[in-house]
């Protein structure tokens, strides 16, 4: 009994340590949870030419960049899958792909090519969402989401530019606050936000 | 090698999420967005809707501004557009009054059954769409206040063709509902469809091509003359047997009408009555077809 209290951390009991690189998880949970929240309260209203900004694909595309691929696969998962079952006009699981497979382009050239910069996070996230919108139409129109191609390529194009445009806008925020998020865990560590590096700003 | 082991081990991880995803996205579109997961959609759009009404309500201004920040330009243009419009109308007011009235009166003539005796429940628009190619919207009514999929959702307090006296005009059906939200796939959206009444007792269908764009409208069956359909005719839905709406909502007017020499029936062009794009509150009609064919004598049904 002392043991089962002391497990569920109820008073009398000690409560059980979580690991650092378990705490980056629940932080960066957290920082999803909190993404989805804001894309359904403010975002949507925040359209400019018709298009809003994609705050799950770019919680996805900090993880990436500040966390390498294996981050930037998971994390993009996992917004992409809160965005699907958000979202109502396209089936669970479209997103989480798209998400995922960005993700883990943009995390596997940061893991291996592009050194850090201060026009990286932007420009990166410009160019991503660029891609993200394009294996998200592409990959619905494969799946019967025929309605995605539908609204012709001008319009696709001007809502690809604005949405990549709030990404690059909002990348530098959020992947700072991923970076805050994800501290102890390997890959957050290894890219954008060295202990010593975080403890000394 | 520490890092190859790394590469490796994020390769798979990817291919199994990516098994994970595609497994979903087969699941969800075999269940037509219901099942399991349409539940846990359901579940989520209630929890959020609190919070949305009220950062909704708050924000709308900002957004508002920003909309109208970016299309300053085409605003201008349109309004210089309806400066000239408005001139042009007043010489051919009396003819243009007439032709609606005659219009209005085809259409009130063959269904006017019940527009106005169905019963609505009002709602607010909470959200507009999350994602960019959500052709939807969110409403802070579900299934506790009547609602439910299919019925149809027009905009409340919205003025008619020319100035008109109707209540409104189409918006969409509601597509999914839950106990306390519903979304409505709006009438742009690709996949819709309505049946509407044309002059000269036509009947076409209206299908959506995608948010900002004019309904595609196909004529399906003409009398022995081909319509003759004119920019600024009134459109309203045609409530045949069978129809998701009823008769009598007004759809949109004509935007444009292009002749063939190949084709006996005129290309025609919808220009919803309703802004969808600006949405704050919203009627739903507690209409069905099975409701509208309650009303005729039961008694087949069952054993």
Known sequence: ?201 | MAVARRSQRTRTLLFALLLVGVTLVTIDSRAAHGGVLGQVRGRLHDGLAPVQSATHAALAPLGNFLTGAADYGSLRAENDRLRRQIAAMQAQSIAAAAATAEAQAIIAGAHLSFVGSIPTVQALVIDQGSSNFDNAITLDKGSADGLAVGQPVVAAGVGGPAGGATPGGLVGSVGAVSAHTATVDLLTDPGAVVGVSLPGANTGTAEGVGPGSPLKVTVISTAAAPPQVHKGDAVATSGLPLERYPAGIPVGTVASVTTSSTNAEPAVTLKPLVDLGRLDVVEVELWSPQTAAGAAPAGTAGP
């Open chain 1, 1 to 201: 009994m002392v043991t089962a209290d002391r497990r569920r951390g109820r008073p009398g009991g000690h409560r059980r340590a979580v690991s650092p690189p378990g705490r980056a998880r629940l932080r960066i949970a957290a920082l999803a949870v909190l993404a989805l929240l804001v894309q359904a309260t403010v975002a949507a209203d925040l359209r400019v030419a018709g298009a809003a900004p994609d705050l799950l694909l770019v919680v996805g595309l900090a993880a990436a960049i500040r966390g390498g691929a294996a981050h930037g696969v998971v994390v993009g998962f996992a917004a992409g899958l809160l965005g699907d079952l958000y979202a109502s006009g396209t089936p669970v699981g479209l997103e989480a792909l798209t998400f995922c497979l960005v993700g883990y382009g943009v995390g596997a050239l940061r893991d291996n090519v592009l050194p850090a910069g201060r026009l990286l996070t932007p420009v990166l996230a410009f160019a991503a969402t660029v891609a993200a919108v394009v294996v998200f139409v592409v990959l619905g129109d494969l799946v019967g989401q025929h309605q995605l191609v539908l609204a012709g390529r001008g319009a696709l194009v001007r809502v690809t530019l604005v949405e990549a445009a709030w990404s690059a806008l909002l990348a530098v925020p959020v992947s700072w606050a991923y970076a805050r998020a994800g501290r102890g865990s390997a890959g957050v560590d290894r890219l954008g936000g060295r202990p010593e590096v975080l403890a000394a700003r």
